[in-house]
């Protein structure tokens, strides 16, 4: 008898794991059923999906619904009932949870698993296991039954469930990211969202299971781990535990956290910045009266203060905005985006209000005049307050945003630029959407450029804002920051390579054949670059007032030590950009007329460097 648990995924990426169903198939590791998981994507044919669930002819299927694939999984659902209709097909997941009546009726399922579903599934595999009625488990809906429905107990001990990594259910070596549950539940009342509805409090898995699973993902080599906690910072204690474990254990794996700033001290700052880690701090919006009309609480100065904490460290964080809320006006939320902008988050995640089902939002939603989608994603479409067109010149501000702030990674030179127009960060970003409108039409999507794009959007749109008689003197330094902080960037993200074996001598080194490390980035500049990076915060005015424009060359490459940037002269610069792998460096240096002994010492630097690389 098997039973196969379908994971329908957004897209591929990182993130794309079937934790939750690998819970529920350790969980039943004690039946005598065969569990099966099964991985598609939103963007697959269901009929194809189906074909493929019903071809080993289980007993049952079961579904993972979340707000992004509830349409895709029901299809399926559909599909497979045509192909197995003896078979029993049922659904969990938080999509299930907040609306269980909604999706149960009219669909092909047959039940359905409110809540938590280790207990409720390994109940109801035992019971098909012997042949017994699938009526009065707690947790488990069944359309058409006659009992009442029973909600299901939470597990009190989280480490009853068998850790789908250590046992190997999930092949770390399958994924390029992994998803790491260390607790569950949340300690705050948000009305709108879903994860305290019902139960209030967290639960956490013990430091033991969180030490092995982490030296687990150190041995298989796991490049990013994706923490679920809603607010991993809550227990500050135990958060900076886990934190000195990572820098012990796996301090070359990528981390990202959800935080709150409330929890936010210099101590925890630093454990952050000690290893690589990226955080998400949920500002939603900066004025204290909205959020305190949905269950939040907000102190600015605290708020500004916590934060400086990460700034101080080094740490890289961004904050989460919602436009939309009630009471909220465009106004309002530019003056938020305004707040937010100005304390140099390296990223802003910016979304319309969601009205889920099964939120206190959502309960009153008809109450304070919320109009919103009635099916996933559940978007608001206007409120008494917000209403269509401001959502619509909201969003755009959110994509002008996402393409020239976050995508950009502008975080650096952004402020600066905006003050020496004299504009607050919002009123920059409507005039970019306005221009972007007018280059690239509206139907643009950040998803649909690439980083070069990105890239010249920039320097096009600041092209034009500083072509005025007063400010295009500013424009060569504004430049030089945006080209700099791009090649930054593309060497950051660039894999790390050397040459093997011995440095030869120079003159051996002088007839190889070499090429550029592809990590490093060549880039001209109107002034001494290291002049503008020695100067600390940008301030435009002051840097096009005391620099003289001479010029420069520069070499920016990633090495063990971080990104180094190698101001060079213009034969060098030449040299390493004429390597190609082809042909002899003597040979180059020569049409360039410089002396071998000069080329040989440089070669031998970039060389030892990881500048250049020995074919």
Known sequence: MRITLVSLHPAPSPQAIPLANAFLKGFAAQTSLEVELVEFFTDDVPHVCAERVAEGLPTAIGFSLY????????????????????????????????????????????????????????????????????EDIPGILIKGAATPFLPAPPLVDLDAIPSPYLGGILDCDHYPGVLWQLSRGCGFTCDFCFDSRGQHGVRRFSLERIESELRHFAQSRVSQVFVLDSTFNQDLKRAKAILRLIKKIAPGIHFHFEVRSEFIDPELARLFAQITCSLQIGLQSSDSRVLQGVGRSFRTEDFVGRIDHLNRSGATFGFDLIYGLPDDTLTGFRRSLDFALSLYPNHLDIFPLAVLPGTALADRSDAIGLNHLPRPPYTLLSSPTFPADAMTAAQRLATACDIFYTRGRAVAWFNEVAKALKMFPSVFLHRFSEWLLTERGSQIDESDLDEQEVWQLQRGFLNSMFSGPTLKR??????????????????????????????????????????????????????????????????????????????????????????????????????????DGRSRADAIAAGLGLQPDDAGNFLLFALDEGIVLRN
């Open 67 to 134: 707000l992004w694939n509830r349409a895709a999984c029901l299809a399926i659902a559909d599909d497979v009932r045509r192909r197995l209709p003896e078979a029993l097909i049922f659904a969990g997941g938080p999509e299930v949870t907040a609306d269980p009546h909604g999706i149960l009726d009219g669909s092909a399922l047959d039940l359905v698993i409110v809540g938590e579903g280790e207990y409720p599934f390994n109940v109801l595999c035992k019971r098909l296991a012997n042949n017994q009625t699938l």
């Open 474 to 579: 500013y424009l060569p330094v504004v430049l030089d920051l945006v080209d700099y902080h791009y090649h930054y960037a593309a060497a950051l993200l660039s894999p790390l390579e050397r040459s093997r074996g011995r440095i030869p001598d120079k003159g051996r080194l002088l007839q190889s054949t070499l090429r550029l490390a592809g990590s490093v980035r060549l880039a001209k500049f109107n002034y001494e670059i290291l002049e503008i990076l020695d100067a600390g915060i940008p301030d435009i005015r002051r840097l096009t007032n005391a620099l003289v424009p001479v010029g420069s060359f520069a070499a920016i490459y990633s090495s063990h030590n971080g990104v180094c940037t190698e101001s060079l002269a213009k034969p060098y610069f030449h040299l390493l950009e004429r390597l």
